[in-house]
């Protein structure tokens, strides 16, 4: 049981943290591209769109990993 | 200054009767250590997640992360991605064993890994620095936030709010800080949900000419839609990420909280909830910040001659409170954010108490200390009685079983140890059933955890005690052992009772001995 749950932190971990640091460097050695507008009728940019997808990722993620975490 | 406003003072009153209404009958509940800095456990997921939210939702977010995208744009918001992404973090790694392994503080279930002589002092002075470093911020919220309603000087918002929060802790403990953190939370929420909304409507529900608006008047222009100021040094990049991605998993008055819940599963549906509440409110701050940027950027209103912003720069979210609902809506703002700020420091304030109570001074547990009298006494007459019996299991010669044994029954006689727990520690190295009738004769079980089918109240527990101690792989590898009885929660028991603790060095020992 406590495997398969270690198991479980460790890959919920790790693709937070690498969907977290690819933001954040994208962010920082591409802010040109990141400003870019997601289309020509919206002046929203990519990165506030992906930032508020990781907002909502890691509130699912949290959701995921207990259900998860409760059937092992 | 705003205290010409009658609103003003009412619902700051009202703050603050409320908090001390909520100290009031907080305190007739509390009545033991484990209330003061745990809540007894009593506190379900929804309810600590809120609290954590509030908790965590500090004047530091709600006003300085706002100030922050006022004055950088998307830089503001990288902040906050960073503090959410913490929160699955803190769920993965520390919140289920730190509840399984701890009863007050984060020193104990560190303790469990290192020398606990040497591991409280030091975590305990690492808490009390970050305790009073956050202090010190939520004071300048505090000062700023009364300066501005009441035109009090600064010192004097600091000694009043102190003074309050002392109150409320001494007399309250953590159910009165659970429920000031929950009001707040819950007022928190409403005024970035009601604050965004008015935002949204002011653009006639336009999200896009909001932020175009935000483009066209901000002296950045397009580039508040990026981050501008992350810095380029990769080794930086990591530092600050880590630090705002690892952050929140070290924060001693977050993590106190998953104490006042049941057990670890409880502790991971509080981060749950604690994570939707906060991503939630921060989502908010999209429209607010670039809200505020194109409403009050050129606004001559809220600026003092020299161009900077009334009240200084943290005072962003107050003031489109006000230009998009008015004095009331700035009243109640202000209201909020006071609410805000009394909620963290009484969370931290808390912190600091069972910091110096339990890791430094040890008030709280003086069985772990060692009642050698008492303890001599009883380890000794049980000793007498088991002693003339080879169980099976691990053979054990009779020095071995006297210090196995006898610090188990010692610390369930002092109702120090669940009797469920003394006897998942006995069941690694003997027989359980045949120990329940001695250890009932003796007092130490109560008739119905004797009579319960399967074992003592956890007989899930007991049956796999009772498997790893008739396991020959794990009889034969010593090397295992740790692993093995961290599994069957006889490791966590020996943390949480540092009594008890003998008895996994004596099976290690013992299985050292006898392979």
Known sequence: MDDRRWRLR??????????????????????????????????????MWLGAAIIAGSIAMTGLYTVSADRS | MLSSNPATTGLFLLIVAGAIGITVAAARSTKSTSDFLAAGGRITPFQNGLALAGDFMSAGAFLGLSALIFSSGFDGFIYAIGYIASWPIVMFLVADPLRNLGRYTMADALSYRFDERKIRPLIAVISLVLVVCYLIAQMVGAGQVIQLM??????????????????????????????????????LLFTGVLIAFLTWRAFGYDFSALVEKAISVHPKRSAILASQMLPKDPLSGISLGLALVFG????????????????GKDARLSAVWATGFIGFFFLLLFPIGYGA??????????????????????????????????????????????????????????????????????????????????????????????????????????????????PVVFHCRLGKLPNSDACSLLAATHDHRRYRGRLYRL??????????????????????????????????????????????????????????????GAIQSIYRLNP
Not at chain 2, 248 to 263: C, E, N, Q, S, Y
């Open chain 2, 443 to 504: 007092g130490a079980i109560r008739d119905h955890d004797r009579a319960r089918p399967g074992g003592m109240g956890q007989g899930l527990r007991v049956r796999r005690a009772c498997c790893f101690a008739g396991s020959t792989d794990a009889r034969h590898d010593a090397r295992h052992l740790p692993g093995l009885l961290f599994r069957i929660g006889a490791r966590q028991f020996a943390q949480r009772y540092p009594g008890a603790r003998q008895i996994c």
């Open chain 2, 293 to 406: 940027i194109a409403l009050i950027f050129n606004d001559p209103a809220y600026h003092q001659a020299n161009g900077a912003l009334l009240g200084g720069a943290n005072t962003v979210s107050i003031h489109l409170s006000h230009a998009v609902g008015g004095d009331f809506l700035m009243a109640f703002v202000c209201a909020v954010a006071f609410a805000t700020i009394i909620a963290v420091v009484a969370g931290l304030t808390l912190t600091g108490a069972s910091t110096i109570a339990h890791d430094l001074l040890r008030t709280t547990d003086p069985v772990s200390e060692g009642n050698s009298t008492r303890g001599l006494f009883t380890t000794r007459a049980v000793t007498l009685i088991l002693d003339n019996r080879n169980p099976p299991g691990p053979r054990l010669s009779g020095s071995e079983r006297r210090i196995s044994i006898g």
């Open chain 2, 150 to 187: 009441f035109g009090l000087s600064y010192a004097a918002a600091v000694v009043l709010v102190g003074a309050l929060m002392i109150f409320c802790v001494m007399i309250g403990g953590m159910i009165a800080t659970t429920w000031v953190q929950m009001v707040k939370a819950v007022l």
């Open chain 2, 248 to 263: 929140t998993a070290g924060l001693p008055h977050i993590l106190i909280r998953f104490f006042t819940v049941k057990d």
């Open chain 1, 10 to 47: 460790v890959i919920y971990s790790g693709i937070l943290l690498a969907v977290y640091f690819a933001f954040f460097f994208m962010c920082a050695y591409l802010p040109e591209r990141m400003a870019a507008h997601v289309s020509s009728n919206s002046p929203t940019s990519v990165a």
